[in-house]
């Protein structure tokens, strides 16, 4: 049976009031009081919340600092760990329980403060004839940091019930007294999501996720549009943890949301008027293009540790000018970026961009008479893609050039855009086992592409390193073995793709493209 | 996770205090801690005023998958828990007989533990058995305390043969002089010229006192209500030291 934890004091009854009463009932001794400030962290996307936990960085008096996760809506810590500092990367935390937590979920994502909260914790223990303790009831009263200035509410003042392993009647019995005899409210938010709130953040609000709901039936270029709003959103979303290179994934988030509106733009271009979205597709391919380095050099750095791990320890001493110079490398790029993002051709596509996607509908409309529905123009360009792709991949021997795979690869994402672009429209399960063939391939075809771009990059960064002195003849050769490292994974990956590529091919799949994307004389009839 | 046994051939020598103060300063540095109460005279589990029993018994314990974490109980002390006594572990010794890979079977037990804790403590019964040479295949280190008297220091060797006959080489003892009375002219000499039959013994050592046989009464670990007496810091010094050799180790 569940029972709540954590509990919303009667109107009118403090800290003080609630004990003396809670006395009264149940055997139980007042152990300390204490201030603490605590600062709740998530990532931008929530990875966190969105996965029930909420972590907790405590400051008690002393300057230790405390990393508290625990369940959503569940009492007493699951994970603690007490970090030198404050911690902003997975990858800052001493190794151990917390860090292989948080690695999977948080990875690559850095740690934000989302709400401070000050509390004044006084604790009570509930024990048993043997004078045993069987559960801890913290009361605690917490005020929202805000500069200078703090908030308290009365949903913030809270009495909660920390279990103790092994003695889950006792807590229960507590729960229910706490209701029954002392008139105590079950809170319905986690203090986190409560505090949250009340600092105007809401848990969960951001994500690149597009989860858009259509109507098969909305005429395309209604449909599109509310696509590219979405993707706008993600855009501007972005752009701040950009300038401050808070993380990688900032870029990439926003990187992805610009191919994705070229991708959905050109694909549908047919609902549009000509001119603007040759406008469009020039602009958004210059702010992809003026980015590219960037996300790039950020690429290279997370997956730097991969690289050292191909090549003989004896040689990570060597790499590390390089990984130095890639970082340096890596802001020119972003400061470049910023540039961009403060220019005025952005801002002027923005602008612009936001005025075509919010214009309404019915006013194109008319101008454009015979525009499908977006089902029919999604089926007609899925089914071109998946054709193409098809084509391309069959005419892929053995001795082909690499270009063959970079033609089927850019297919391949196009076709993957679109799937994912009006996946509201389409069966979800079946749609589903389509975008899991077709990663699939593109795993493999990604991979190989990459090592490809890799193995060629790096090699003329180092190069370039070499002539400028900044290097060592060490970090050239050292450089020269990666390479030759990926080099060989990337035969292994053009090696693998025939039986990917078969894999995609198979005629269930193909059965299912048909059924879903190829209209027929017959569906055109009416 | 590190699981560290108290272990004695000889009963009396301190292997109870000793489990529950080493455990308990582990839990106060914030490392998730279990005591394991591994005597059927729950010795251990009377400190922590909880009661020495296990639902369904050794049985249950060996044969259902991840009960232990069923059956652990919280201590008034946050990280700390404590894995009770029951007393069917008297028979433990019959019921691990009774199954293949006789030598191996309490790792069953400790193996959801691997997540949960940092360091599990075990509070052993004395003697020298199968029960102890399970303890030995689950342990990182032995913790023995040893007193300074003639026998005791035999019982230690019989102990460092048991290991060299065994092929139990990988497994560190860390002998330590307990219930050191420093009145009595045998305790002062062995301790000043520690015999080098017996191995290496750690420099810590804990006095006889008073306040350690008070654990009974209080019902608590030293360290919680004498934090400042002569005893705990030599708890103290002597869990800095098994963690140092830990890490050397």
């Not at chain 2, 004498?226 to 140092?244: C, P, Q, T, V």
């Amino acid at each position: 049976m569940s029972w709540d934890s954590e509990f919303i004091l009667p109107s009118g009854a403090g800290v003080r009031e609630l004990t003396r009463r809670l006395r009264k009932l149940t055997p139980c001794r007042p152990d300390g009081r204490r201030s603490v400030e605590r600062t709740f962290l998530d990532t931008f996307d929530w990875r966190l919340y969105n996965r029930g936990k909420v972590l907790e960085e405590r400051h008690d008096g002393n300057d230790d600092i405390v990393l508290q996760m625990r369940a959503l809506r569940s009492a007493g810590p699951e994970v603690v760990a007490k970090p030198a500092a404050a911690v902003r990367f997975v990858r800052d935390l001493p190794a151990g329980t917390m860090r292989r937590r948080l690695e999977s979920v948080v990875q690559m994502r850095a740690l934000l403060p989302v709400v401070r909260v000050h509390s004044r914790i006084s604790t009570l223990r509930i024990i048993d004839k043997n004078q045993k303790t069987v559960a801890f009831l913290e009361l605690e009263k917490n005020k929202i940091a805000a500069g200078s200035r703090s908030r308290s509410a009365a949903e913030l003042t809270r009495a909660r019930i920390v279990p103790l392993r092994g003695y889950v009647k006792a807590a229960r019995g507590l729960s229910q007294l706490l209701v029954e005899a002392l008139e105590c409210t079950p809170a319905e938010n986690d203090t986190f999501v409560a505090a949250a709130l009340l600092a105007c953040r809401k848990p969960g609000a951001y994500s690149a996720k597009l989860d858009i709901r259509l109507d098969p039936d909305t005429p395309a270029h209604v449909a599109s549009k509310l696509v590219f709003r979405r993707l706008h959103e993600i855009i501007r979303c972005n752009e701040n943890g950009m300038r401050q290179q808070i993380d990688s994934e900032f870029l990439h988030d926003f990187r992805v949301a610009v191919r994705r509106t070229r991708s959905a733009l050109a694909q549908l271009k047919a609902a549009f008027p000509q001119t603007p979205v040759d406008r469009y597709l020039r602009d958004f391919r210059w702010l992809q293009q003026t980015t590219g380095s960037a996300r790039d050099l950020d690429v290279y750095l997370l997956k730097f540790a991969d690289f050292e791990n191909l090549v003989d320890r004896s040689l990570h001493a060597d790499l590390r000018l390089l990984k130095e110079f890639l970082g340096q490398q890596r802001e020119i790029a972003y400061r470049r970026l910023v540039r961009s993002l403060d220019s005025k051709r952005y801002r002027k596509l923005m602008n612009d961009w936001q005025a075509f996607i919010g214009q309404s509908s019915r006013e194109r409309s008319n101008s454009n008479s015979a525009v499908p529905a977006i089902r029919d123009l999604a089926r007609k360009r899925i089914w071109r893609l998946y054709r193409r792709a098809m084509k391309e991949g069959r005419r892929i021997k053995t001795n082909s050039p690499a270009e063959h795979l970079h033609e089927l690869r850019k297919t391949c994402k196009k076709l993957r855009y679109l799937l994912e672009l009006f996946q509201g429209i389409f069966p979800k399960r079946k749609l589903k086992k389509l975008i899991r063939s077709l990663r699939q391939l593109q795993d493999n075809l990604g991979e190989f592409n990459d090592l490809q771009v890799q193995s060629e990059v790096l090699q003329s960064f180092s190069t370039k390193m070499y002539q400028k002195k900044d290097g060592k003849a060490e970090t050239l050769m050292a450089t020269g073995v990666l390479v030759q490292a990926l080099m060989k994974k990337k035969s292994a990956a053009r090696v693998e793709f025939q039986s990917h590529f078969e894999t995609f091919a198979q005629p269930a799949v193909d059965a299912l493209f048909r059924e879903l994307f190829h209209t027929t004389a017959a569906d055109r009839a009416p | 996770m590190k699981v560290l046994a108290a272990y004695n051939i000889k009963g009396g020598v301190g292997k109870t205090s000793a489990a529950v103060n080493l455990g308990y300063l582990a839990a106060c540095e914030g490392a998730r801690t279990l005591v394991w109460d591994l005597d059927p005279q729950g010795a251990a589990s009377f400190y922590f005023r909880v009661k020495p029993k296990i639902k369904g018994g050794t049985r249950r314990l060996l044969r259902k998958k991840n009960r232990a974490l069923d059956v652990i109980k919280g201590t008034d002390y946050r990280n700390l828990d404590l894995l009770p006594a029951d007393f069917s572990y008297r028979n433990l010794e019959l019921v691990l007989d009774d199954g293949k890979k006789r030598r191996r079977r309490l790792r069953k037990i400790v193996k959801p533990l691997r997540n949960e804790y940092d360091y599990v403590f075990i509070d052993c019964a004395p003697s020298i058995s199968l029960v102890s040479e399970n303890v030995f295949a689950v342990s990182d280190a032995l913790l023995v305390p040893t007193i300074p008297t003639t026998l005791s220091l035999r019982t230690l060797k019989t102990l460092l043969d048991f290991r060299a006959r065994h092929d139990l080489s990988d497994l560190p003892i860390l002998a330590f002089f307990s219930m050191v009375d420093r009145r009595k002219a045998l305790h002062r000499l062995i301790l000043d010229n520690p015999p080098k039959t017996s191995g290496s013994i750690l420099a810590s050592s804990i006095p006889y006192a008073s306040e350690v046989e008070k654990m009974g009464m209080y019902r608590a670990p030293l360290p919680a209500y004498a934090g400042r007496s002569r005893a705990a810091a030599a708890f103290e010094s002597l869990w800095s030291e098994i963690k140092d050799a830990l890490d050397g180790g």
